[in-house]
């Protein structure tokens, strides 16, 4: 395995975050403030905490796993896990600048 900082490994899996959508917003997923922790331990595990828009998202059942497998395409990451959670529960305040001004919010 490549040494690579745990700095610099989580800066290719937020690139990578930025490609996933929800698809009703045009935004990504790491923009709108869903996702809540990238813990990576020393042998490049790598545990995100992830919201969604609501429960009721329709995407609920598939945007997980699609964010765990294209994690998992990263080379220098062992293994992926992601786990949904509510609480805190997502609201627009959490959004970036850039996917505020995306949005018309600003």
Request: glycine share 2%; charged share 30%; with cysteine.
């Amino acid at each position: 395995m490549s040494q690579i900082t745990k700095q610099e490994l989580e800066d290719k899996i937020i690139q990578m975050l930025k490609t996933c959508y929800d698809p009703e917003i045009p935004v990504d997923i790491f923009e709108l403030g869903l996702i809540y922790e990238i813990a990576i331990d020393d042998d490049h595990n790598v545990n995100i905490k992830m919201t969604l828009t609501s429960p009721m998202c329709p995407v609920a059942g598939s945007l997980p796993p699609e964010v765990q497998e294209k994690i998992k395409t990263i080379p220098e990451v062992k293994d992926a896990k992601v786990d949904v959670v509510w609480s805190p529960p997502w609201d627009k305040d959490m959004m970036s600048e850039v996917a505020k001004v995306e949005l018309g919010f600003m």
